[in-house]
């Protein structure tokens, strides 16, 4: 592949659902429906903490260069924090 190509593919910033053709979106919803209510991090404080990650450079193609994770699913979890130091959230 060529360094343009590379440079198109790559989606800094971006979330899966908001990569509609990624192979991971469906993946990672399937994730958050299975999650248990207690578990899952309330609706408000889950965009609040995607916003977080949506402005930071660490995100990209959906996940934290810092740790590797999806961010979605990190952040839809009550027991996960931010990697970063210090956390974002």
Not at 30 to 58: F, I, Q, T, V, W
Request: hydrophobic fraction near 30%; proline fraction near 3%; charge should be negative.
């Amino acid at each position: 592949m060529d360094e343009m190509q590379n440079a198109r593919d790559a989606c800094r910033r971006c979330l899966f659902r908001e990569m509609s053709d990624s192979a991971y979106s469906k993946y990672v919803q399937n994730y958050l429906d299975s999650m248990l209510p207690e578990d899952r991090a309330a609706d408000a404080d889950y965009e609040e903490r995607l916003g977080h990650c949506k402005e930071c450079a660490y995100l990209q193609n959906g996940a934290c260069r810092l740790c590797g994770c999806f961010v979605e699913i990190r952040a839809a979890s009550v027991h996960r924090h931010c990697p970063d130091t210090p956390a974002r959230w």
